[in-house]
Structure formats: C-alpha cells, structure tokens
C-alpha cells in the first residue's frame, strides 16, 4: 500500500492532468462465506467507503452446505467464513483457517465465548450467539407450549402443524432433552428411545424443513401452529404479528456460538481482520446486532442497544433457561452415525406435505 501511494503521488507530480482524470478504483475485493442476511448492507457499504474495498458475499443454507462448500476447494475461494463454534477445531485441523492476531476492539469480547469451543480462541472472533428452542402461535392454542415433551408428544390441535429442522444433530438433540438425556449422549439405549419416540411423532409432522420467516411464512397463516426455530428468526416473525411466542424450553435447549474468522488461503488477510474488527467497534456492532435481531458477545456494544433489546428474553433468555441448556460437543464418528441414522429413519417416513 505504501508503494501505491508513493506511485500515485509521483503521478500527481508529473502527470496531473492524467490522474484528475481516473476515477476511483476498488484495490481489493474480499469473498465472505455466510449465512444470508447475516450482515448489515450499511455497515458493508461503510467499511468499503472507508478502505476502498469491495465485500462479496456467498451464502450458505445449512451448517452442513458451507462445510461442503469448503472442503471442496481445500478451504480456498474465500477470505472470510462464519462457522459455527463446533466445526471450528474441525477446520482448524484441516488447515482452513488463519491464526488470529491482535485486533484493537478484541478488548470488548466477552471472555465467556471464546473459550466455549476448541480453536476459537487462537483463530476466531465471537460473533453471535443463540439459542434452539421452540416458536408457536399462542393463539391458536389453548395452553402455552413450555417443554419440549409437550412438542414431541403433542395435542390433537398441532397434529400435521409441527415443523422441525433438516438437521439430524438437532432433530435426535432435542428429542433427547424431552426425554431427560443430554443432547451430547452416546449413550445406544438412551438414543434407542428417541428414535421411538421420533417414529411415534412423525404423523403429527407437517415439514421437515425449515420455516421461512418472512411474510410468506407457513406459521403467519396457520400451515404451521410449532416449530423448531432459532431465537433471533423468531423475532423476525414477530415483527410481522403478535400472536407468535417463543420458548426455550423447560429441559433446556442449545445455546449456539458462531464465530468468524480469516481463511489460511486468504490472499487478503490484513483487510479481512480489518473488516472483522471494524464489525467489533462498539457501535458497529451495536447496529449489528440489531439488524439481525441476536445476542452480541461484544460488552461495549450491549452497553449501546436499547433497553428492550438488552431485555427481551428470547434474545437473552433468563440464566436458569440457559443453566439448563446445552452446547453441542463434537461426537465420536459411531455416534455420530446413529444420531445419522435415526434422522434418516424419520425423513423415509411417509410425511405430509414438504410444502412450506
């Protein structure tokens, strides 16, 4: 960069006329891997304001989607990547990720959260955190949805209007809870009674795939009455009406952390850790955190939002709601397997309509 400038100041010296007239020019692009909507268009237009960047953003629509993603080029292709907090040792390992350096507003992170996860803390910056639990129109119910045993064993009113997740590690976690086991067991008995317990509940499952959240929703309009969903999209949906409630349950949910971080491959390292500690400025990451409706690990930017943001219980949950939640923990490969197969046992299932 030094060098550019000095090139560029010797052309205003002996070629004024010329250089008045180039435009600007965009010295660098950075290629984000993300979740969509995961960042504020604003603030992406600041820093490349600021840094003469241009940011390209690639999105992915499932955790097991972006690992595929990065295994298929070796973890090339991309300068940054947001990965949820039990994948990172994984991508570590493999070499994809780019040691952290010293960042200024490292110093607003919450210690809480870069130690939850194996290779966080030497590779990546926290970057929200939130919780599974469970959103359901409380209006068209008779009682408040409040544990997940209700969920999997539920009344006449929800059969064919229950929706989960496409993933296997949420579907046999939370099935798990409701039956009082960890969500982390290997345990073949304890996972033996899930898959009963999943195959008993199939008929009253309207979707396997997740809610959109948006004014087309199946839950504004009734398709869906419960559903397996994050946090921060339950929020969305309220925006867009008042009859949706969100729980987490009584046997407790899973608490995500995901982080971001630079790719080893990163042909643009100092201004991806550029981008990712301009996101860590307080009141960035205040206007962040609002925009997508999570819980910020930064302290200084909790400080910033407002009093019904920091009070919101579905952003925050109270600390006996997360006292009885969980992490997920990395599986041994065997387990892993079950927890598969289980889920492949629910998804052969003749269900109603996929439609959403």
Excluded at 168 to 184: P, Q
Excluded at 274 to 296: G, K, M, R, S, V
Excluded at 305 to 329: G, H, M, T
Aim: glycine share 4%; net charge negative.
């Amino acid at each position: 960069m030094l060098m550019l400038r000095k090139a560029c100041l010797l052309a205003i010296i002996f070629l004024p006329v010329i250089v008045q007239a180039q435009p600007d020019t965009v010295v660098k692009t950075l290629s984000i891997l993300n979740w969509d909507d995961y960042l504020d268009p604003l603030l992406i237009e600041e820093f490349e304001r600021q840094h003469k960047v241009k940011i390209k953003q690639s999105f992915y629509e499932s955790d097991d989607y972006r690992d595929e993603l990065m295994a298929a080029e070796g973890g090339r292709g991309y300068d940054i990547v947001v990965v949820s907090g039990i994948m990172v040792d994984s991508y570590r390992r493999q070499g994809w990720l780019d040691t952290k350096p010293r960042l200024a507003n490292a110093q607003y992170i919450n210690a809480r959260w870069e130690g939850v996860f194996k290779g966080c803390k030497e590779h990546m910056v926290p970057y929200f955190w939130g919780t599974l639990g469970i959103a359901y129109r409380h209006d068209l119910l008779s009682e408040p949805i409040t544990s997940w045993k209700q969920f999997f064993n539920p009344s006449e009113v929800l059969t064919g209007k229950i929706a989960l997740i496409n993933s296997g590690r949420d579907v046999v976690s939370m099935a798990l809870k409701s039956l009082g086991f960890s969500a982390n067991t290997n345990d073949r008995a304890e996972l033996n009674k899930a898959r009963e317990l999943l195959l008993e509940f199939s008929p009253h499952v309207k979707t396997l795939n997740y809610i959109n959240f948006d004014e087309n929703s199946a839950m504004l309009s009734g398709e869906v009455v419960a559903s397996m969903m994050y946090s921060g999209d339950t929020l969305m949906l309220q925006e867009l009406s008042d009859d949706i409630s969100y729980v987490l349950p009584d046997e407790g949910g899973n608490i995500w952390v995901d982080y971001i971080g630079v790719t080893s491959a990163s042909n643009q390292k100092k201004a991806a850790w550029a981008f990712i500690d301009f996101l860590n400025e307080p009141e960035n990451a205040a206007q962040l955190a609002q925009h997508i409706y999570y819980a910020t690990p930064n302290i200084a930017a909790e400080k910033l939002l407002p009093k019904d943001f920091i009070d919101n219980s579905v952003i925050y949950p109270s600390n006996k709601a997360l006292d009885e939640s969980e992490y997920y923990q990395v599986l041994s490969p065997r387990t892993q397997s079950r927890y598969n197969s289980i889920f492949a046992q629910l998804k052969q299932l003749q269900l109603p309509d996929e439609t959403q």
